[in-house]
């Protein structure tokens, strides 16, 4: 079945660099999703992509969907401590089209 | 928030015994879900539902069924619990008419099988 796979695993930043986390597939993708899950806490919504080449941003996140729409990427601008948490893509796939998630980067930032 | 409720939100349980977890939604939407969440896994779909008696089978249904008896509830059962069962489980609900949209997530299950 179709499979997202998310690098880095793991991330560790100091308080004011930037992060990025990359998303990939093999085939291309209808739309991509963005979770983000605080420690101890639940996913949580913070976009989707559907164009080709898209961008959007968020205040000091940047969302990009790949020109083949076959990749996508999140990238912090100058990291705060409350960025910290686990970062999901989502797209959908398989044959139910249901939501398959990449296994997420964790971010962790040093004040 | 989505008003989506997970119950228990904490159960400690042996191997073997039933268990049932139960999601309830104020949200009247159609489409509902249950992933479980492993170290190294992230989030994995164990079964969903489209609408009441409607439900069918993710990427990890083995040893669970699901019933959906009320727009609202969306039961996920373990028969029989094994330690490999022992999980974060989150319910899902879909904002949109259909199962591509974005996904309002429980505040999660945690289950842990001695």
């Known amino acids: 079945g179709q499979q997202v796979m998310q690098i880095p695993q793991y991330q560790h930043v100091q308080e004011g660099e930037d992060f990025t986390t990359y998303c990939n597939s093999s085939?291309?993708?209808?739309?991509i999703q963005w979770y983000k899950q605080r420690p101890g806490g639940h996913p949580v919504f913070l976009i989707q992509?559907?164009?080709?080449?898209e961008v959007k941003k968020q205040k000091r996140l940047t969302f990009q969907f790949g020109e083949a729409k076959k990749n996508s990427s999140l990238h912090i601008t100058a990291t705060q401590t409350t960025d910290v948490g686990t970062y999901f893509c989502?797209?959908?796939?398989?044959?139910?089209?249901?939501?398959?998630f990449g296994k997420g980067t964790k971010l962790s930032v040093k004040p | 928030d989505a008003g989506i409720t997970q119950s228990p939100r904490h159960k400690v349980t042996e191997t073997g015994t039933p268990v049932t977890l139960r999601c309830h939604q104020t949200?009247?939407?159609?489409?509902m879900y249950w992933y479980r969440q492993d170290p190294g896994h992230g989030l994995r779909l164990i079964h969903y539902?489209?609408?009441?008696?409607?439900?069918d089978k993710g990427e990890v249904s083995d040893g669970y069924s699901v019933s959906r008896s009320k727009t609202e509830d969306f039961l996920l059962t373990l028969e029989s619990a094994t330690s490999s069962q022992t999980s974060v489980y989150f319910c899902?609900?879909?904002?949109?008419?259909?199962?591509?949209?974005?996904?309002?997530f429980g505040e999660g299950s945690r289950l842990t099988v001695l």
């Open positions: 899902a609900i879909s904002a949109s008419s259909g199962r591509a949209g974005e996904l309002f």
């Open positions: 539902s489209y609408g009441v008696k409607d439900t």
């Open positions: 085939t291309t993708l209808s739309n």
């Open positions: 949200e009247n939407h159609r489409y």
């Open positions: 992509l559907v164009k080709s080449g």
């Open positions: 989502a797209a959908n796939g398989g044959s139910q089209g249901n939501l398959i």
